[in-house]
């Protein structure tokens, strides 16, 4: 059995959380012998400097270890104020980057800057992950954006793999509100970094705003159902909650309908890929509202103005993201519910070009611990 340290975010994001099960998920059934992951959690505490790399733990990884796994995830983003090593997530010196002895490989991560970000970033940042690229034996990242912003800054050379987190396995899970009406309407809010992701827009602006346009879709489509699927459950539970009692009528909270889902670890990715699989349209602002219903074939309206959204986008040659006015949203998610043969068409073939893709990717990493693949 070989054994593969797996650096991340696993503890309280839907989306990392997927990332998680759908890199396991993939590489396992590639491989012809088992797999051990080791799961390395590098998620911020409030309060305490942040996850690092030390002696005792890189002792280990060389030791007992076959492969150094870092990401997926959007880990490229500005951690210069939080006693990072590195000024990004994957937070370890450069002394002891030099110290490991097993392959380093980084999956398919992401540039992650908010658009109304109005800090500076650390030129460390980007000289620390140039090194990291040179001591890597393969470098992958999860769009054409966050390759156009590594070669801005003097990284080359970088492979694209597509967001493991659309290959999550799928838990069957029935709630009845969603059987009982039609059409379906996934809706996904976060409720994190307000200030950076919307700029002079309160959220209570926001939250109108949607509702407005979807007072104009239940004209179309009176018969219409909501229901909003946070991500994050200490940060996506009062805007998803707010949401709902703006739009009332059919409309549902899933932490509400099914409260054993939360709070979120691996388990409920998997669920919340079926929550997506029911719906027949999901119109997402987190990145991975749009990565996961993506997956499981389901159309899908980005929302807001997170560039990593863009990216998305911009890689299937769809639409793109609605701006925080949220200007023509309801006519939009009408027209994609008159179209779905077409878009649902068009996501196949994209799927199965990212499956392609990614199986590549997993071959070379396989290769480099000697392990023989499906």
Known sequence: MKKIFHW?????????????????????KQSTEPLEFIPLNSDLIEGVPP???????????NHHGDMLLVGGGGQIMNRNKDESLSGWQFNISLDDLEKLNVPLVIYSIGYNKFPYFDEHEDSHMWEHIAKVKEKSELFSVRNVGTIEALEEHGVKDVTYCPDPAMFCPKWDIKINELKENSPIIGINLAGDRLGKRL???????FIQSIAHEIYKF????????????????????????ALKNS??????CLHQLVPGLYPENITTAKFIMSVYSQCDLVVGMRGHSN???????????SLGEHQKNKFFSDSLKINQPIKNNCNELGSIMWATLNNLPAH????????????QTLEIFNKKMLRLINVGQT
């Open 291 to 301: 990565i996961m219903p993506f997956g499981v074939g389901t159309p899908f309206i």
């Open 247 to 252: 739009i009332g009528g059919k409309s549902y």
């Open 344 to 355: 649902k068409e068009e996501m196949n073939k994209n799927i199965v070009l990212c499956k």
């Open 51 to 61: 996850p690092s790399f030390h002696t005792g733990l890189i002792d280990t990884i």
């Open 8 to 28: 991340g975010g696993w503890s309280r994001n839907v989306g990392d959380l997927a990332i998680q099960a759908g890199m396991m998920n993939t590489l396992q």
């Open 199 to 205: 700029g002079a827009t309160s959220p209570e602006k």
């Open 218 to 241: 239940r004209s179309y489509e009176p018969d219409s159902a909501f229901i909003i699927i946070p991500h994050v459950s200490t940060l996506d539970f009062q805007i998803s909650e």
